[in-house]
């Protein structure tokens, strides 16, 4: 199955049977989510994988009752850095350059110039960015689900404050952004899971200025 066959697949879905999804397979959608392009590969997100079911139960009301939340194998839950910082900053690029056998002396023009413009916004700001990349990653995981044929429910439907709270998500620095529940369909007690696909028709949502 390609990309686009698989995208066709997959939809929200809304019911889920309990099944457990194979390790191999989680590993492979988190690792998408890893390998996901950022802006300037700062990846100023993190993936919290839960599988505990009495922690499931716990973000089930947090989540408004949604039953994904605890019929799921796996969530995963994307979480945003709440601010840039200059130490954050110069690890990402202190890695990089161990990781390609380059000097670590000290920072490059660029990293001083994207410093200076991150650390010149508000932390609401930073997170708004931070938060934008992770849906980058976000998206690349549920790719990855339909090409495994692993059922996936994208969620933002969820109290942030006290997700964030139960997870102690403050204490790293970091916001809850969404949710991405992981399992296998339940057709039988799922409205949408015979109705047909609906997107906007490609001659009205492409716009070509050739």
């Known amino acids: 199955m390609n990309l686009l066959e698989a995208l066709n697949w997959r939809y929200a879905t809304k019911k889920m049977s309990g099944a457990a999804v194979p390790q191999e397979k989680i590993d492979q959608i988190t690792e998408a989510a890893r390998l996901a392009p950022t802006s300037s590969g700062l990846q100023p997100f993190r993936v919290i994988v839960v599988s505990n079911p009495e922690l499931k139960e716990k973000i089930k009301p947090i989540a408004y009752g949604q039953t994904q939340i ?3 194998s796996q969530l995963l839950i994307f979480a945003a850095w709440d601010k840039y910082t200059e130490e954050r900053i110069r690890s990402v690029f ?7 056998g380059m000097p ?9 110039q994207l410093t200076g413009g ?7 700001e930073n997170f708004a960015h931070a938060t934008r990349q992770a849906y980058i990653g976000f998206g ?6 339909a090409l495994l044929n692993v059922d996936a429910t994208p969620m933002e439907g969820f109290n942030n404050a ?11 620095g970091l916001r809850s952004v969404t949710i991405l529940a992981l399992g ?3 057709e039988s007690g799922d409205w949408l899971v015979n109705l047909k696909k609906v997107r906007t028709p490609a001659d009205q949502f492409l716009i070509h200025f050739n």
């Open 70 to 72: 605890t019929d799921a």
């Open 94 to 100: 202190s890695h990089a350059n161990t990781e390609r």
């Open 104 to 112: 670590d002396v000290a920072p490059s023009d660029y990293e001083v």
């Open 118 to 124: 991150l650390l010149s916004k508000t932390a609401e």
């Open 140 to 145: 690349m995981a549920i790719a990855q689900a």
């Open 162 to 172: 006290q997700l964030d709270e139960l997870l102690g998500l403050k204490e790293r």
């Open 184 to 186: 296998q369909r339940a």
